[in-house]
């Protein structure tokens, strides 16, 4: 009995956030295969520049664990303030803008570290990519005050 309150409990949560995250589900998921190829890139770049260690592996990892920390974060906020606004009697319909913006800032950012990652195997790349991805590396640091892919 107890097994199955358990798993009727976990299956009405899975489908709220399924339900919650429909609007978040595409972007999610770029995400996490861009998080995935940064992270087999940077390997690529350790093991080639013989800089490659079980640490930093690990330290990679937790990094992109965190990043989908923060995007849960943000869909929090978003919650709290659809929340709030209708108890204030505002309708919000489906507000997602910070779970949303931080999923793109750090797709973003995960496809800048891949540039730079293959840009340091020595893969060769259009001028114009190059030039671009210079361009958003410098916006997002001034806009986001750190420095993407580190």
């Given at each position: 009995m107890k097994?199955?309150?358990i798993?009727?409990?976990?299956?009405?949560?899975?489908?709220?956030?399924?339900?919650?995250?429909?609007?978040?589900?595409?972007p999610v998921?770029?995400l996490?295969?861009v998080?995935?190829?940064?992270?087999?890139?940077?390997?690529a770049?350790a093991?080639?520049?013989?800089?490659l260690?079980?640490?930093?592996?690990?330290?990679?990892?937790?990094?992109?664990?965190?990043?989908?920390?923060?995007?849960?974060?943000a869909v929090?906020?978003?919650?709290?303030?659809?929340?709030?606004?209708?108890?204030?009697?505002?309708?919000?319909g489906?507000f997602?803008?910070?779970?949303?913006l931080?999923?793109?800032?750090?797709?973003l950012?995960?496809?800048?570290?891949i540039?730079e990652?293959?840009?340091?195997?020595?893969v060769?790349?259009p001028?114009?990519?190059v030039?671009v991805?210079?361009?958003?590396?410098?916006?997002?640091e001034?806009?986001?005050?750190?420095?993407?892919?580190?």
């Amino acid at each position: 009995m107890k097994e199955n309150t358990i798993k009727a409990i976990a299956s009405a949560a899975a489908a709220g956030v399924g339900l919650y995250f429909r609007e978040l589900f595409i972007p999610v998921a770029v995400l996490t295969g861009v998080m995935a190829l940064d992270y087999i890139s940077g390997m690529a770049n350790a093991w080639a520049s013989k800089t490659l260690s079980s640490k930093t592996g690990i330290l990679g990892i937790v990094k992109k664990l965190c990043y989908l920390l923060a995007v849960a974060v943000a869909v929090v906020a978003d919650w709290v303030i659809q929340s709030a606004a209708g108890k204030a009697g505002l309708e919000l319909g489906n507000f997602y803008a910070f779970g949303l913006l931080v999923t793109v800032w750090l797709i973003l950012n995960e496809c800048i570290s891949i540039i730079e990652n293959l840009s340091r195997l020595g893969v060769p790349l259009p001028a114009f990519l190059v030039k671009v991805i210079e361009k958003l590396k410098k916006t997002t640091e001034e806009k986001g005050g750190e420095e993407p892919g580190k």
